[in-house]
């Protein structure tokens, strides 16, 4: 991979607060136009790496560039670059959509303001509610909103942080339609997400808990490389069932799906025999391939025993 195909090519990125490191030597490399998904658990420093990223806060350790700038002496030309979606709301509710918009291309120097204004609208079909308050909107609207917000200095890398939360799922898959189409016309885009079926739709994704970086690739590497064993149960009396051989050598997770049960070991020997043992007729096992849940979670466990 040349550096030319790499909008983030980051080494070593290091932040600590007071005594605590939250970010701790995290490398990341994102190709033009790929959706990069950012996942862990809340706290586990996603939106800590994304703000060093964008400039907003200074990393005490770590080399490399960002849009082609060094991402620690050039901050002031990335942000100019990047379009970053916060966790919260972040608009003035007391103004309208199009107040709103306009307030934010003046902060960018937008040229020819107006005309960025109403393609904004355009885009993620606000026309229609262009003179609606900010504070009037769901939560799908305030979504949109941020996301044109975020597209009306023409960006070349977009940092989305837990853009979905809270919002009905319609909502979220259109809000996913967007995010291809524009990674399809050459946007980059970072995402961090708790939702699994999101993480499917990134090219790649990286996994980072208590500021480790413990995972990274496709979708397909990541489950490959974590060496977990599923086996999928049903059949009838599956809560007590999952209470058996919950705690059992090998048995690492023991999670309801629906109407089946889904155990989970990165022990294969010691996991089928335990498995074994309590196969009966009352239940149908077979082996699946582990999920993305499933393998995270062992992954938050792992991280646990290692850096708490």
């Not at 990335?78 to 972040?90: D, E, H, L, N, P």
């Not at 993620?124 to 597209?151: F, I, P, V």
Request: glycine share 10%; aromatic share 8%; charged share 25%.
């Amino acid at each position: 991979m040349s550096a030319s195909e790499l909008v983030i090519d980051v080494h070593g990125v290091t932040k600590k607060f007071g005594g605590r490191t939250v970010v701790n030597d995290i490398a990341m490399q994102v190709r033009h136009g790929e959706i990069y998904g950012f996942l862990g658990p809340n706290g586990s420093g996603k939106t800590t790496f994304l703000r060093m990223l964008c400039g907003l806060l200074k990393p005490d350790a770590g080399s490399g560039q960002c849009l082609g700038f060094d991402f620690r002496a050039q901050s002031s030309k990335i942000k100019k670059q990047v379009g970053y979606m916060t966790q919260r709301f972040s608009f003035y509710e007391d103004l309208t959509i199009e107040e709103n918009l306009d307030f934010i291309a003046r902060i960018y120097g937008v040229q020819q303001r107006k005309a960025a204004v109403e393609k904004s609208l355009e885009r993620l079909g606000m026309t229609e509610r262009r003179k609606q308050l900010a504070g009037e909107l769901s939560g799908g609207w305030k979504q949109r909103l941020a996301l044109s917000a975020c597209l009306i200095h023409e960006p070349q890398l977009l940092l989305l942080d837990e853009p979905t939360a809270g919002v009905d799922p319609k909502a979220r898959r259109d809000f996913w339609d967007e995010i291809q189409q524009l990674a399809g016309a050459g946007l980059t885009v970072l995402i961090t997400t708790h939702y699994m079926d999101e993480a499917e739709r990134c090219n790649r994704v990286a996994y980072i808990s208590y500021g480790n970086l413990l995972a990274s690739g496709t979708v397909e590497e990541v489950l490959k490389n974590s060496k977990l064993t599923t086996w999928e149960v049903t059949g009838g009396n599956l809560h007590e069932l999952a209470e058996k051989i919950r705690g059992k050598l090998g048995v690492e997770q023991v999670v309801a799906f629906g109407s089946t049960l889904h155990v989970s070991g990165s022990d294969v020997e010691k996991l089928r025999a335990s498995v074994s043992s309590l196969i009966t007729g009352d239940h149908h096992w077979k082996k699946i391939q582990s999920g993305l849940e499933e393998v995270f979670i062992s992954l938050m466990e792992t991280a646990k025993d290692n850096y708490s």
